[in-house]
């Protein structure tokens, strides 16, 4: 090794899910929407002045974030925007989880949130969820020095109450606590109606699931004055501009009362296909927990999941599968449009997915 | 003080030069190019098709890297990209400094070095260049943890030849020497001849200057295998996917022949506004230092550098002032357009500039 090569910080990335080239495939495997953006996206982009690309775009994201505060009810000094919700959460993490004690999370969760401890060399611990794959709330109550929860949670597809998070607020005045609602519209529920009473909570969105822009790179985050304060001193300490001017157009053009029209009927749609494909899978002799999500986790009585990611794959179908304890047999679904889940059913039937 | 507030990494911020939402003012405060970007980029963003946003962007950029590639004959595997050279140059930051020897950096450069250095508490010492605001080479032969360097640097203008850079890096073979060439297609040369030779060299590059894209958000570093190698790891830990599609395909358009001929023009009128704003300022009482960069660092005879920047302001001509040791007597003025630059002219007279 090089002399040099001793001051490398050395990690081992989290790891997306495929984006294959070949277009002709079904592509479940990255939580993507189905549907297109808003057509007020498209009329955004096409009309977009490109001569003021000369220009630094806002450092603030001014009006992206008056527009979210004008969707979300939600202060525009309560509001913080970065690249995509990953960006959001590494920032936080970077910002809010500095003390000694451990940093709490699920072994069965986003699988970056462990990635950034990691990264920024931040004690942690992975506490298991319970037999269920639910949180139990007695688990984040000894002390730390941050909590991250996903809610829904990922890869599980399940969510927690209300009443867990105003308890484990409650209980953890001492640290801060980040709920990562990047599917949050797909279960109805938002902690964000809990910031009014409490200073230390940070509540997580992205324009990548609901609003049809993973391509878009555009994430949110509300919490308290003080916490977006100290978060975007540090957003400043790293990029002053992070949001390209033409995402925050895009960004912007995705929130007008039109659009989110537009975003709710196709969420519903979603929320549709997710409830019959529960059902269908079933059938196929899948168990599957009850997704609030656009993703269902199943696991087959008899067929390995492996066995079945990869025969899917053969039949040009991508779905996510992680080898990992406890998950390892286990797929976890994008919901697609009704056609694609429909070719899903057909194939998994070929592959010999059937009631035991 | 809140109980969780402690846990929260404190820094301050870089500053970066004001985005007035007045159109109507000239603007040389944050050397963006006063040309707009190549017509490619425009057709780019007209032709793009918005339903793709619906999918993440390539997490590898591999369309836009191949692109520099091809511009630059530079291998893919040595080219790393990000939302523009500050976030090219936090990550290198984040990766390649992590020793317990001090980073090096000059006390007059590009002021985000520090910040970073705070950000991540990484040891550092600024050497205070000479009194022509030069670096010596002798500064830089010391224990230490990496080195950083801008060339043509900020906000003085000036350049460090071949010779510099060639027996910096031959005398630092254990720590990584980061050239920052944000403004180096004013100049001319690029430390990226030496990449062939030493392992430990990263440069970087940006599309905000030159190519006329501040708003697109687009930095570059080249490097050897190694080098990119763990640069990816470390972005790869913190966000999968940093360069939005759209972004991905503006910095395609930007690269081909027929965008680097029309960039190449542009920079030659840049280059020849800059030799004649070093004339006229010259008349007008300044002292210009010798600019390699699409702006000039220039200090008046008489009337103190504070002084004339408010006043140009009220002129809505809107420059860079530091106030900042050694460099608090001196402006940093962008080159604008040929008439921009005469409007300066007209209002340093005005304000009472002149030889003296």
Redesign the interface.
């Known amino acids: 090794m ?15 899910g495929e ?1 294959p080239a070949d277009v002709n495939v079904i ?1 479940l495997n ?1 939580n ?6 808003a057509p007020a ?2 009329e955004a ?2 009309k ?1 002045d ?10 603030d994201a001014k009006r992206l974030v008056a527009a979210l505060s004008d969707a979300f009810e939600i202060p525009e000094d309560q509001i913080f925007v970065g ?2 919700s ?2 959001v959460l ?1 920032m936080s993490v ?6 000694k004690k451990p940093v709490l999370m699920a072994d069965v969760t986003y699988s970056f949130y462990d ?2 401890a ?2 920024f060399r931040i004690p942690y611990e992975s506490i298991p969820l319970n037999g269920d794959f639910r949180y139990e709330l007695s688990d984040y109550l000894r002390p730390n ?2 909590v991250v929860i996903a809610n829904p949670n990922a890869p599980t597809a399940l969510v927690e109450p209300k009443e867990f998070f105003e308890e484990l607020l409650e209980k953890n ?4 606590v980040i709920v990562d609602e990047a599917y949050g519209d797909f279960y109805g529920w938002s902690a964000k109606g809990l910031l009014d009473r409490y ?2 909570l940070l509540v997580v969105g992205t324009f ?1 699931k609901s609003r ?6 555009i994430g949110f985050a509300f919490g308290s004055r ?1 916490l977006i304060s ?1 978060l ?16 925050l157009a ?1 960004g912007e053009a995705a929130l007008s009362p039109r659009s989110r029209e537009y975003y709710h009927t196709m969420t519903e749609m979603i929320i549709a296909t997710r409830e019959s494909a529960k059902k269908r899978l079933a059938g196929l002799g899948f168990t599957c927990t009850d997704s609030r999500a656009n993703f269902v986790f199943a696991t087959h009585s008899v067929i390995p999941a492996k066995e079945i990611f990869e025969k899917l794959k053969e039949h040009k179908i991508y779905v996510r599968y992680f080898d990992k304890p406890r998950i390892d047999n286990y797929l976890r679904i994008t919901i697609g449009t009704d056609d694609e889940m429909t070719e899903l059913y057909k194939a998994l039937e070929e592959i010999g997915c059937r009631q035991s």
Chains 1, 2 share one sequence.
């Open positions: 090089s002399e040099w090569e001793k001051n490398v910080r050395r990690v081992i990335p989290y790891v997306p984006q592509k990255t993507e929407n189905p549907y297109p953006p996206v498209c982009v096409k977009f490109t001569s003021v690309l000369r220009k630094y775009p806002a450092p690249v995509g990953d960006d590494a970077l910002t809010f989880f500095n003390g990635v950034w990691e990264l020095g941050g005045p001492s640290s801060v200073e230390n990548s049809s822009l993973a391509g878009s790179r003080k100290y975007n001193d540090v957003k400043f300490s790293f990029n002053s501009y992070t949001m390209d001017a033409i995402t895009v």
